[in-house]
C-alpha cells in the first residue's frame, strides 16, 4: 500500500507564506486538496499527466504548485495566505493518466495531512 508523507504546515499570520512538501515517485497524477471544519475536502491544485498545473480559483495567484523529479517531491508554496485557507491540507497522487482540471479523478492515494493554520 503507497503512503503519501506531507510535511510543512503550521501557523502563521495572514499575508504569510508556507511551503507544503510531498514524497512521490512514479504519478501520472497528482495535487493538493485541502478540507477546513465543516467543510468538504476540495482540490487546491493538481499536476496532470503532462505536467501542466491546475488550480482554484481561490488560490490562483498566490499558490504554485510544482513536482522536483530529482528529489521525488511534490511541492506547494502558499504565498500571501489568508485565514480562509485554514484547513488540513492532504497530498493526492495516482498512476491513472488525467488531464486538465479533471486532475482530482486521478488520484487514489493519500496522505494523512498537514494543519496550515492562518491567523487575521
Known amino acids: 500500500q503507497v503512503h503519501l508523507v506531507e510535511s510543512g504546515g503550521g501557523s502563521v499570520q495572514a499575508g504569510g507564506s508556507l511551503r507544503l512538501s510531498c514524497g512521490v515517485s512514479g504519478f501520472k497524477c497528482m495535487g493538493w486538496f485541502r478540507q477546513a471544519p465543516g467543510k468538504e475536502r476540495e482540490p487546491v491544485a493538481g499536476?496532470?499527466?503532462?505536467?501542466?498545473?491546475n488550480y482554484a480559483d481561490s488560490v490562483k495567484g498566490r499558490f504554485t504548485i510544482s513536482e522536483d523529479k530529482d528529489r521525488n517531491t511534490l511541492s506547494l508554496q502558499m504565498n500571501s495566505l489568508e485565514p480562509e485557507d485554514t484547513a488540513m491540507y492532504y497530498c493526492?497522487?495516482?498512476?491513472?493518466?488525467?488531464?486538465?482540471?479533471?486532475?482530482?479523478?486521478?488520484?487514489?492515494?493519500w496522505g494523512q495531512g498537514t494543519q496550515v493554520t492562518v491567523s487575521s
Open positions: 499536476l496532470d499527466t503532462d505536467g501542466r498545473p
Open positions: 493526492a497522487a495516482g498512476r491513472t493518466y488525467c488531464s486538465g482540471d479533471a486532475w482530482p479523478a486521478g488520484v487514489g492515494y
